[in-house]
């Protein structure tokens, strides 16, 4: 059926949304800014823009502290998501897999310190390895050049609407597993709707 599995990293690998959640919530406070989870769900985690606009001006020193609270918190509360090692365990060495996330080296690199998770994966695309972000189909497309297999013959694993809409623009057939900040979105363009990554196996056939 496919000869790639593509995966997402936050909110379907790692637990973090809700830490990159309170690093800009604690940013735009500092210069008088509430920033609400129904904000943060409609700006960054379906049209993938930063919220740190609603402070207006360049945002630098304002990214310099959210980046700086952001990997503070990685570093004490970064999780693996349940059932994600199980998953990977059952499924590494029947497909090729990377990680596809929009997420900057930096803090990838520290959520994933003690996560045991990278060895699953043959590469990795983080923020630097392509020029428009999702929900653009450039990183898929990136990484399809990257493995060397047609689209068609890929599929994405993601958790948000601006993840499945990138890939699904970019040819892939996707899985959707939505977690709390994502839920409500459209997810029309997923072929699977799944509640929890354990699913997956099941739907990929016997190894």
């Known amino acids: 059926m496919f000869d790639a599995l593509f995966w997402d990293n936050d909110g379907v690998l790692m637990e973090t949304e809700h830490l990159y959640y309170r690093a800009n919530a604690a940013a735009l406070a500092d ?3 509430e920033l609400t989870l129904d904000d943060f769900r409609r700006i960054s985690l379906r049209r993938g823009e930063s919220v740190l606009a609603l402070a207006g001006g360049d945002g ?5 502290r959210r980046d700086e609270i952001y990997f503070r918190l ?6 693996v998501i349940s059932g994600v090692r199980d998953t990977l365990e059952q499924l590494h060495g029947r497909f090729a897999m990377a990680i596809v996330t929009s997420c900057r080296r930096e803090h990838f ?11 699953y994966f043959d590469f990795i ?3 630097e390895d392509y020029a428009v972000s999702k929900p653009d189909p450039e990183p898929y497309r990136t990484a399809c050049i990257r493995a060397g297999i047609h689209p068609a013959r890929c599929l994405a694993i993601e958790d948000s609407e601006r993840g499945v809409v990138s890939a699904a623009r970019a040819g892939l057939c996707v899985a959707a597993i939505p977690g709390e900040l994502n839920r409500g979105g459209d997810f029309s363009a997923a072929r699977w709707l799944l509640q929890e990554i354990g699913e997956l196996p099941a739907l990929l056939g016997p190894g």
């Open 60 to 64: 630098t020193e304002l990214r310099r």
């Open 74 to 79: 990685l570093g004490e509360e970064a999780r």
């Open 31 to 33: 210069v008088g800014v």
């Open 125 to 127: 695309l983080t923020r």
């Open 109 to 119: 690199v520290q959520m994933h310190r003690e996560s045991g998770l990278l060895d």
